[in-house]
Antibody, heavy 121, light 106 residues
Framework: QVQLVQSGAEVKKPGASVKVTCKAS????????IHWLRQAPGQGLEWMGW????????NYLQKFQGRVTMTRDTSISSAYLELSRLKSDDTAVYYC???????????????WGQGTLVTVS | SYELTQPSSVSVSPGQTASIICSGD??????VCWYQQKPGQSPILIMY???KRPSGIPERFSGSNSGNTATLTISGTQAMDEADYYC?????????FGGGTQLTVL
């Protein structure tokens, strides 16, 4: 069965960086785009961008340009989100999610990771 | 930037029909999907491409999208349907979410 398993909670100081891991299993990792999203406490969902695990191509929401890096390691079916120059309002649960589109992004998110709480304080 | 607007809360009595709307400019020209999120859990996809239900989603969930409004309808609402619901669409190359609707079953 498809699973996205994320790394554990993190506590960071303002100005630091955080790297969140999303390990995929149960499907061909390189066949489907991975998106990263976040949810601040008590708030709604915010999309951050996607990575094509096959090519490494990325697309980031402009808001995060210059601070976010999405990478992947196909040998271990894992995607990574790194966010730098953290601020208190980056405190959120970060999710990875799979896009089931075979030909590219632009679809729904059919599987989600369990979320990783990043606290900036 | 493109915006999707949802009511912050909707209440429904058990067994009745709940309708959650999502509004956006010419939204009917885009595909809309819906997610259900319960406290402390990850979102779950419950509707995609306006009106398609993923495997395992009960038939009481249905969707429509026309004009500027997409609607998620829950027929015969059950207590277990109490959750936050988010609509989502794509605008050019970017994903947009509605602000979420808290559904209360009382």
């Amino acid at each position: 069965q498809v699973q996205l398993v994320q790394s554990g909670a993190e506590v960071k100081k303002p100005g630091a960086s955080v790297k969140v891991t999303c390990k995929a299993s149960g499907y061909t990792f390189t066949a489907y785009y991975i998106h990263w999203l976040r949810q601040a406490p008590g708030q709604g969902l915010e999309w951050m961008g996607w990575i094509n695990p096959n090519s490494g191509d990325i697309n980031y929401l402009q808001k995060f340009q210059g601070r976010v890096t999405m990478t992947r390691d196909t040998s271990i079916s894992s995607a990574y989100l790194e966010l730098s120059r953290l601020k208190s309002d980056d405190t959120a649960v970060y999710y990875c999610a799979r896009d089931p589109g075979r030909t590219g992004p632009g679809n729904q998110f059919d599987y989600w990771g369990q979320g990783t709480l990043v606290t900036v304080s | 930037s493109y915006e999707l607007t949802q009511p912050s809360s909707v209440s429904v009595s058990p067994g009745q029909t709940a309708s959650i709307i999502c509004s956006g400019d010419k939204l009917g020209q885009k595909y809309v999907c819906w997610y259900q999120q319960k406290p402390g859990q990850s979102p779950i996809l419950i509707m995609y491409q306006d009106n398609k239900r993923p495997s395992g989603i009960p038939e009481r969930f249905s969707g429509s999208n026309s004009g500027n409004t997409a609607t998620l309808t829950i027929s015969g609402t059950q207590a277990m349907d109490e959750a936050d619901y988010y609509c989502q669409a794509w605008d050019s190359s970017y994903v947009v979410f509605g602000g979420g609707t808290q559904l209360t079953v009382l």
